[in-house]
């Protein structure tokens, strides 16, 4: 499967984790028992789980998925692509490889374990000056992806609590945000947020077409302060296509 027939798949939420245990094993590495983790969310690509332990990104790892009650004993290849501090304890983002078989997913969301997202994200691409809610200057920043939820930044300056996007080629619209995650990722944040104004789907919905990843790249220096850790930011994603497939486990 192609990385854009992958690009955008819904996790699905847990709604009654308590119904599957989770154990995640490093392939290779210095811990050797299987670690006792919690699921958060699921797709066939991919999972984000909880756990006491990081792990190391690009780990191999085995994940099993068991379930007396839904008669499930699976064991999947993964790799960790994505660790992130959460609550106390660690979040961990993995990507299956191969997929997670369709009827397992259909299992799961029949049984009530997890439920279906309701919204999809859309590549937008689009260069923005962000003002964070705890510093009152300006700064360069890319809206990623949309959805009738929120929406994800790429930001060489780190999050605060709220923040105010402006498109540059568009300076009449403005979206107000609050941040529910941030991942600091080649020398920048990948930031996910929720909409404030009810207004805000629809106003970045609007927006003219988004330039290409190689124009983006491309942006005057001096409308970017701190371009070289937004460019390592940008290339960074240039190999994945979106950070919503690396990340969709922290989606809004």
């Known amino acids: 499967m192609t990385k854009n027939e992958r690009r955008g798949e819904a996790r699905n939420p847990a709604l009654h984790p308590e119904l599957i245990r989770v154990a995640v094993r490093q392939i290779s590495g210095q811990i050797s028992e299987p670690l006792t983790a919690e699921l958060c969310d699921i797709s066939r690509g991919g999972a984000k789980l909880r756990l006491s332990t990081p792990l190391k990104l690009d780990d191999a790892t085995s994940i099993s998925l068991t379930s007396e009650a839904l008669g499930l004993d699976l064991s999947l290849a993964a790799r960790v692509c994505w660790v992130c501090e959460e609550g106390g304890k660690w979040a961990l983002g993995l990507e299956f490889s191969p997929r997670m078989p369709n009827n ?149």
């Open 104 to 252: 397992i997913l259909d299992k799961m969301v029949a049984n009530g374990v997890v439920e279906r997202r309701l919204y999809r994200r859309r590549g937008r691409r689009i260069p923005v000056t962000a003002r964070w809610e705890s510093d009152p200057v300006d700064h360069s920043a890319l809206l990623w992806d949309i959805s009738p939820g929120g929406f994800c930044l790429l930001s060489p300056t780190k999050p605060s609590r709220k923040v105010r996007i402006t498109p540059d080629a568009q300076s009449e619209h403005s979206v107000c945000g609050m941040t529910q995650w941030e991942v600091l990722m080649a020398g920048g944040y990948v930031v996910g947020c929720k909409f404030i104004d009810e207004r805000g789907f629809e106003l970045l919905q609007s927006l003219d077409p988004p330039p290409s990843i190689a124009e983006v790249d491309t942006l005057d220096e001096r409308r970017l302060p701190g371009r070289k850790m937004f460019s390592r930011l940008i290339n960074f994603f240039k190999r994945s296509e979106s950070p919503a497939e690396e990340f969709d486990n922290c989606e809004v």
